[in-house]
């Protein structure tokens, strides 16, 4: 008797809804290339990241880096990010390069992440990204927009437009939605002007994936992480390196739980509970109160979670100190980086 897997199996039920999901992604692609949907050329260079699949490629440290690089440069850089998961609509500034007003339900928590952690660059969310960023050159006179997220909207032209790939990518992944993680399909990858490849030292590409890359002709800047640590509760101030082998839990909602969960592995602690949860989800007081149970019952010396978590977990308290880990970012090589950015400095 065949034994069929699981996820074959659901992946073969979705196959008619990704094939209505290409159609639709077509449709759209080709009005936007006909002219049929307007795209918008705005008075300033735009710098687009973004994506082919759904989470966990890294976008959001690949945008912090490039902020940082180009204030390096002297340039007046803004942030525009349509605010996924938000609970307000239309033109908010998150940030004016100081502080923030509002809280990360409102903003959308990676966009209020990054005004943690940068300075001086205002951020601002928008559905609607051509009212975001001329809100963005009337307000700020932007000379670069750094466009978060920005590869499937295609109503802003863009000077330059940066495609990361995850380097975990599997074969069986390549499939359009929901059959697959393509947001479009992989043809669609040549609309781009070059490829990052990310966490590059923490996943071996397989051959597969380079072949494709290769195929592309496009530019290939690769991108490594480290994890740093970023703060503690209680502000108490820990060593992290004096606690190589202690009994650990982990806490993660991020798009790549697994490529976390191996950064972690790394530092020689003894991983006795892991809790992951979809990107962008939203803790509650009674899910915060399973968590907190839960590692109680692990026997659990301490908790490690995100940066990108810690915003969300901060005001609860858990019986142990929680160790928040930052993301360190490099491109390279950077004379190629330079080279793409040059005629914009």
Known sequence: ??????????????????????????????????????????????????????????????????????????????????????STRGTILVTDGNDTKFSWQEVGDEPYLMAKLLNGVPIIVDEN????????????????????????????????DFVLINSRDKQSDHKLIPSGILREPWLNIDRSSAIIL????????QPFLLTKIKET??????????????????????NIAQYSGAKVAIISAIGDNTGFYNSVTKY?????????????FHYTINTLKKINNKIIKSDAELIITTEKDWIKLENFNFDQSVIVMGL??????????????????
């Open 129 to 160: 990204r051509v009212r975001g960023g001329m809100f963005a050159i009337k307000n700020f006179n932007a000379d670069i927009i750094l466009l978060d997220d920005g590869f499937q909207h295609r109503s802003i032209i863009r000077d330059l």
């Open 328 to 345: 360190s970012l490099n491109l390279e090589p950077k004379d190629k980086l330079k080279e793409l950015l040059r005629p914009f400095l």
């Open 217 to 238: 002709q496009k530019p290939l800047i690769k991108s490594t992480i480290q994890l740093s640590q970023s703060s503690l509760q209680n502000k108490k101030k820990l």
């Open 268 to 280: 020689g602690f003894e991983i006795v509970c892991e809790i992951t949860f979809p990107d962008h």
């Open 1 to 86: 008797m065949q034994i069929i897997n699981i996820n074959t199996f659901l992946k073969y039920l979705a196959s008619p809804f990704a094939l209505v999901y290409g159609f639709i992604i077509l449709c759209r692609n080709s009005f936007y290339n006909l002219g049929f949907f307007k795209s918008h050329k705005l008075p300033c260079t735009v710098i687009s990241v973004g994506n082919l699949a759904v989470g966990g490629t890294g976008k959001t440290p690949t945008v912090i880096f490039l902020a940082k690089y180009l204030q390096k440069k002297n340039k007046k850089v803004i942030i525009l990010s349509r605010g996924f998961g938000r």
């Open 198 to 205: 990310t966490k590059s030292n923490i996943y071996n590409p």
